[in-house]
Each structure stands twice: as C-alpha cells, then as structure tokens.
C-alpha cells in the first residue's frame, strides 16, 4: 500500500522520538536544568509504538528512524529496536543518536537490526564540544562514532548544527572525512526555543568556507541522502552535506510524520498541530482503524512549512524529536 497526502506527497517516513530525557543539554535543544521524568503513564509504551508502527507499516510507512531526546537513555531501546525491525515491509530502521551510548549497545542494536545511525557532533574542538552540549566530552562522542564504523553501518552520518562561530568553518570536518568514511551533514540552525538569530548562517556562505577547503561539485548523496545536498572531496573517504529546511525549505518532497514521545502525531515539524494517538493503539482497536485515523493525520499536513515566519513552537527539539 502507497500512503499519499492531499498535495500527492508520498509519506513513507515515520520518526519516532522515544524519550524527551537525554544526557546532554546542547544549548539550542534543551533547558540548562534537564527535563522532569515524565511519569511512565505519559509516555508510549513500547508495544502502543510497536501497535502504531505496525499500523503505519500496513499503511505505506517504509522507513522508521528513533530518534528523541537521546533515544538511547530509554530503558532496552534495543527491546523497541528489534520489535519494530521485524515488522514485515519495514524496509529502514535507523537511529539519531548523540553517539556516547553507542560504544555500550552498538553490537546489541546491530544484532537487534538497526541497519544505519546518525550521529549528533556539532563541532570537533573539545572545548566547544563541551560548552555547546554543557558539559559533554567529544571522546565519548567520537568513540560511538568509531564504534558505529567498526560495526559496519552503512552509512553513518554525522549532524551538526551550522552555527556562527561554532562549526562554520569546517576545518576539522573536513579533515574527518579525509580520515573515516563518514557522511557529515551540516543542518540550518532551526527557530525553535531560545533561538539567536547571530548564530544562523546561510548556505551561500558556508558553500563559500567549504570551497576554501577543496570542495566540489555537488554529488549524489550516500544512500537515505532524503533532503541533503553532498559535496565531495578530492582524496575524501566521506562527504560534506548540507540541508537547508529553513533557507531552501524542501517541504514539497516532505515524506514524513512524527511521533512524539507522549503519543501525539505531528504532520509538521513547524506546526504546532497535533493528533493524539492513544486512543488508537489500545488492544481493543484494529489496525484498520489506526489506519484510518492515519488518513486523517495526513489530511492535515499543510502544504509548507511557516518556520520564517515565526520563531517559537510551543514544544522544543528535544521534546519532537529532532
Ligand atoms: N539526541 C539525539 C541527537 O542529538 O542526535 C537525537 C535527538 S536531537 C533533538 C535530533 C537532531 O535535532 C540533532 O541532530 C540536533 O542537533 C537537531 N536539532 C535540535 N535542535 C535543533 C535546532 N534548533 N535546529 C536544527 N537542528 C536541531
Ligand atoms: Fe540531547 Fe540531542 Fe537535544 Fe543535544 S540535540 S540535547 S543530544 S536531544
């Protein structure tokens, strides 16, 4: 089965954030002081997940990346992986991750058929890495990302928010993809919460500073590129990417809904609209008419985003899922 919106945009893509929590606090993402615990009855259970995603699945979902919060400070995330890899006609299960987990679960969750990951590292330098996440220390970082190549995930990505003075010049990235096959995606700094806008920086000039450092031509992207522009490097193992949701909003190929972590579908990332499911995975519903009520959802998804128009949603990264 085929899912469709009202403006024919093929919707194959469901991000599921699992967890609003995490063990960072990046500055642009979270409160300095973390978040409360939300109670257990908040927040989906893994099999109401598992209910709704068999549903989206039947329905013409083809890809499910978690995502959160930190996906992987949720209690047997593996449990949730493997659960939801073995859904018949699911053909992607990937994962965003901050990385400092993965050196501990990174064999269990290939195990459990997570086939890709991308990994969060806004800068290189240990100092910034530090102030940005408040606190977070780049070796651990980096070690989830080498433990991701050793496991052969393919691809492995590598986010960074594209951020004045932070990662705008993009030395030590390129100097990491002349060392390790990874693909490095630098994303428009998004207005959401505290949003600064000195920080943002367009893609004319950050083209320009990745010239600097040898860049060509624009090339195809590793395989799930979705709206990234890549760009390649003589005698690079990786590439260097860039995606623009703000400057150059790709909203006529959005493929996508998300899932919140207390159960509520978002069509839109900039929109504050939201369907509750959990009324519609309880046991008693068939999956039919969770099916249903995914129509509706999609009937719902606006034609494009308003992000330029206005800086703050009512719930910030960490609690949409990035
Ligand atoms: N904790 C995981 C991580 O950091 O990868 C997954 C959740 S995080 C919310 C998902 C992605 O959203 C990260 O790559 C993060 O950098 C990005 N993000 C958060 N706030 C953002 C913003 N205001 N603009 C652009 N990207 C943002
Ligand atoms: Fe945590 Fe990811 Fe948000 Fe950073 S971006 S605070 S790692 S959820």
Known sequence: MELYDRFNRRIDYLRISVTDRCNLRCSYCM???GVEAK?????????????FALAAVAAGISKIRLTGGEPLVRKDAVALVKM?????????????TNGLLLPEFGDDLKAAGLKRVNISID???????????????????????????????????????????????????????????????????????????KLYVSIDEFKANLARYGAGDPVEGPPGAGPATYFAFAGALGTIG????????????????????DGKVRPCLFSDDEFDIRPKVRDNVSKDETIEFIREILAAKPERHAAHEKEHLKRLMYQIGG
């Open 31 to 33: 409160p300095e002081a």
């Open 39 to 51: 109670a257990h009855r908040d927040i989906l259970s893994y099999e109401e997940i598992e209910r």
């Open 84 to 96: 939801l890899a073995a859904i018949p006609g699911l053909r992607d299960m990937s994962l965003t």
């Open 123 to 197: 800068s290189l330098d240990s100092d910034v890495y530090r102030r940005l996440t408040r606190g977070g220390d780049l070796n651990k970082a980096l070690a989830g990302l080498k433990k991701a190549l050793e496991l052969g995930f393919e691809p492995v990505k590598v986010n960074a928010v594209l951020m004045r003075g932070v990662n705008d010049d993009p030395k030590e990235f390129v100097e990491l993809i002349h060392e390790y096959p990874v693909h490095v995606r630098f994303i428009e700094y998004m207005p959401v919460g505290a949003w600064d806008p």
């Open 242 to 261: 860039f995606i623009s949701p703000i400057s150059n909003h790709f909203c006529g190929s959005c493929n996508r809904l998300r899932l919140t972590p």
